[in-house]
């Protein structure tokens, strides 16, 4: 392999118009600035304002103790803090259930994955999981099937011909899916765990914080925390913070310390960073009203959407407008941003083929005149 092999695979990327590249951005509260534009922003994932209103900022400031800015040593050599056992604390507290820290999803789902699922073990994933389930899957050693998007129909149907063919089986879903905005029945699917006995794994990383009394995710507004053997969710998103977790009993927290190799071989999170994200969650518990708007922000959008001839199975704060070919999305994109919104185009590998999108992402920062002003322009440039 040479520079010809790397010219080539680029020349392919801009020639199907999927060639990527980093930009240049300033912030200013919901808005992005690029290129000298101030655009206002449906790309980012700070679902409740905390990031761009910086409403606990200067709280924090007051409270904060000299928490150290690195961790200098993976967990279970030295990196190791009380800021890491104080946040695990509080989210088992509320989750009444053990909670182990990771650096990011991707770390928590390419490391826990292949250490739960090993030979003679089935995967059985939804069809539209997001990458980092993905290549968790890849680096395991189990068997994978695959089932249609939210079909549980055809789930049971892969169960009834497998589940006693293999050692353990896991089931793997996302709550919030990533690129849709459409929910996983969970209460359908424990009620398949319970007929089954397989383990359910369920990534909440666009839930968390957003959905549920507390803002503990999907599985505690369905009223299923109890029966999900692991929750994941981001501390990246709603959080405004960095970093991950998994919601697990005593006995597996216990196994993933010892087995999991994304924490045994990566420095632990910053002490400074968990304080604060330890601090966000205490004041996240009680963001009803931001979870109420964003939910009314959500649900005008899309039928505002719907009122021009784009309609979504959304039923989130994602909200996906189907463009299909990569160089219409990049084009209605560029217009969009002409006329003073950021809504970046999602493109295959992310997406399936010929399913290109812009991905709207709300916020409770933002407003239903925001909103208005948006479908109405993007009526008049589709």
């Keep these: 392999m040479n520079n010809k092999y790397f010219e080539e695979q680029i020349s392919k ?5 999927n060639y990527r590249k980093f930009r240049d951005l300033g912030y200013d509260g919901k808005f992005v600035i690029a290129d000298g ?18 409403v606990y900022l200067k709280d924090f400031q007051t409270v ?3 928490a150290s800015f690195s961790s200098v040593s993976s967990r279970s050599l030295t990196g190791n803090s009380k800021e890491a056992v104080e946040l695990e604390n509080s989210l088992s507290f509320e989750y009444k259930r053990n909670t182990l820290l990771f650096n990011s999803g991707y770390h928590a789902n390419t490391g826990v994955i292949p250490a739960i699922a090993k030979r003679n073990d089935l995967i059985i994933a939804d069809k539209l999981v997001h990458a980092s389930i993905i290549d968790g899957i890849n680096l395991s050693t189990a068997e994978v099937k695959r089932f249609k998007h939210n079909d549980l129909n055809h789930l049971e149907y892969i169960l009834n011909r ?22 996983a029945d ?20 666009h839930a968390v914080g957003v959905r549920g009394e507390r803002g503990l995710g999907l599985a505690e507004e369905t009223n299923t925390i109890f029966d999900i053997d692991f929750i994941v969710g981001t501390f990246g998103k709603a959080f405004a913070s960095y ?5 697990c009993s005593e006995l597996i927290y216990n196994y993933l310390v010892n087995n999991v190799r994304t924490l045994i071989f990566s420095t632990m999170l910053p002490p400074a960073q968990l304080e604060w994200t330890n601090f966000v969650f205490s004041k996240l518990l009680k963001m009803n009203t931001e979870r109420e708007l964003l939910k009314d922000l959500s649900v005008y959008f899309r039928y505002g959407l719907a009122q021009i001839g784009f309609s979504s199975e959304s039923q989130s704060q994602i909200i996906p407008l189907l463009v299909g070919e990569n160089q219409k999305v990049m084009t209605l994109a560029a217009k969009i941003s002409q006329k003073g919104y950021l809504a970046l185009p999602v493109r295959p590998p992310s997406v399936p083929p010929n399913t290109a999108r812009l991905r709207f992402s709300l916020s409770a920062a ?3 005149l925001d909103i208005r002003k948006l ?7 589709v």
């Excluded at 990327?13 to 118009?17: A, E, M, P, V, W």
């Excluded at 497998?162 to 929910?183: A, C, H, P, Q, R």
């Design 37 to 54: 534009q101030k655009l206002l922003n449906f790309s980012s994932n700070d679902y409740l304002g905390i990031n761009s209103r910086g």
């Design 64 to 66: 904060r103790s000299e």
């Design 243 to 247: 970093g991950a977790f998994v919601v």
């Design 366 to 368: 933002m407003t239903k």
């Design 13 to 17: 990327l801009k020639f199907s118009s």
């Design 186 to 205: 969970l209460s359908s699917l424990v009620e398949l765990k319970r007929k089954f006995g397989f383990l359910l794994y369920v990534d909440e990383a």
């Design 162 to 183: 497998y589940i006693d063919k293999y050692n353990s089986v896991i089931v793997i879903t996302e709550s919030i899916f990533s690129m849709d905005g459409d929910l």
């Design 375 to 381: 479908i109405s322009e993007i009526e008049y440039l």
